[in-house]
Structure formats: structure tokens, C-alpha cells
């Protein structure tokens, strides 16, 4: 049986997914590595104190988000829209790195923009400038010559 649990934040009707059998716990966009999208600071840090008092109380094997967006090197990201990524780091998290992911939320709370870490980049309830700097990134990786 699956275990469902509210988790806003990225989205206010967000939810994780826990199977206790496996000890897996699916995070969809709220945990992964890549570029968290933060909505809403305040429910952001109330679910990853959730899911972090679930991960320390319950096996957890493997924290999967639903896509990879980051590169082998810590801190780094692939250009948004990119279709080829090559050396991407791998998709599953671990328990450590779900409670890094809080411990970074509570750090940057209150601070907006766009927060560099080594799996993740917590986008704190983000400006424009931020949206733009991202998108700009990725037209212009879009527009480098042998690239699609």
C-alpha cells in the first residue's frame, strides 16, 4: 500500500508518494536534482520538515524527483530546455541529501532568487530577472551552432 502525502510548496496541490515495501519515496518536482522551484517558502519548509521527519523515522532507500536537470559537477546545471545532457548526475537522492535540500530552504528563506548548491538550486520564490537569466541561458544554448 502507498502511502500519499501533501507536499506544497513547488505547487500548491503537490504531492510525495511513499512505498513502504521499497522504501521509496517519490518526490515528483518538490525534491530532485535540478532547479527547485519554490512557490511558496513558507509550505515549502513545512513539507521538507515532513518529509524529513518521515525519512528519520521510516526506510528510505531512494528519493526520486522526476527529472534530472543537473551536471556531474556540483553546482552546475544543464541549460533549461536542454535535450542532451551528457555526464547528467544520477536521478536518486538520498535521505542526507533531502534533509541538505531543508537545511538549504531554511538558509535561503526570506532571501529570493536563485540559490546555488551542490545537487540543487533552490529558486526561492524567483524575480524576473531570475526567470530571464535562466531563459536567456537557455535561447542561448538553443542557438549555439550544432546543438538542436
Given at each position: 500500500m502507498l502511502e500519499v502525502l501533501g507536499s506544497p510548496g513547488h505547487h500548491r496541490a503537490a504531492i510525495t508518494v511513499y512505498d513502504p515495501w521499497t522504501g521509496?519515496?517519490?518526490?515528483?518536482?518538490?525534491v530532485y536534482p535540478g532547479r527547485l522551484y519554490v512557490s511558496d517558502c513558507a509550505?515549502?519548509?513545512a513539507t521538507m520538515d515532513r518529509l524529513v521527519a518521515l525519512a528519520g523515522t521510516r526506510p528510505v532507500t531512494h528519493?526520486?524527483?522526476c527529472h534530472v536537470?543537473?551536471?556531474?559537477?556540483?553546482?552546475?546545471d544543464f541549460p533549461l530546455g536542454a535535450t542532451y545532457q551528457p555526464g547528467e548526475r544520477a536521478l536518486h537522492m538520498t535521505s542526507a541529501q533531502l534533509t541538505a535540500v531543508r537545511d538549504a530552504a531554511v538558509a535561503v528563506a526570506g532571501r529570493r532568487g536563485a540559490h546555488r548548491f551542490d545537487d540543487f538550486i533552490i529558486?526561492?520564490?524567483?524575480r524576473r530577472s531570475d526567470q530571464l537569466r535562466l531563459m536567456g541561458r537557455g535561447l542561448a544554448d538553443r542557438l549555439r551552432p550544432g546543438r538542436s
Amino acid at each position: 500500500m502507498l502511502e500519499v502525502l501533501g507536499s506544497p510548496g513547488h505547487h500548491r496541490a503537490a504531492i510525495t508518494v511513499y512505498d513502504p515495501w521499497t522504501g521509496v519515496l517519490l518526490t515528483g518536482d518538490t525534491v530532485y536534482p535540478g532547479r527547485l522551484y519554490v512557490s511558496d517558502c513558507a509550505a515549502f519548509l513545512a513539507t521538507m520538515d515532513r518529509l524529513v521527519a518521515l525519512a528519520g523515522t521510516r526506510p528510505v532507500t531512494h528519493v526520486l524527483g522526476c527529472h534530472v536537470e543537473m551536471t556531474g559537477r556540483p553546482g552546475r546545471d544543464f541549460p533549461l530546455g536542454a535535450t542532451y545532457q551528457p555526464g547528467e548526475r544520477a536521478l536518486h537522492m538520498t535521505s542526507a541529501q533531502l534533509t541538505a535540500v531543508r537545511d538549504a530552504a531554511v538558509a535561503v528563506a526570506g532571501r529570493r532568487g536563485a540559490h546555488r548548491f551542490d545537487d540543487f538550486i533552490i529558486y526561492n520564490e524567483p524575480r524576473r530577472s531570475d526567470q530571464l537569466r535562466l531563459m536567456g541561458r537557455g535561447l542561448a544554448d538553443r542557438l549555439r551552432p550544432g546543438r538542436s
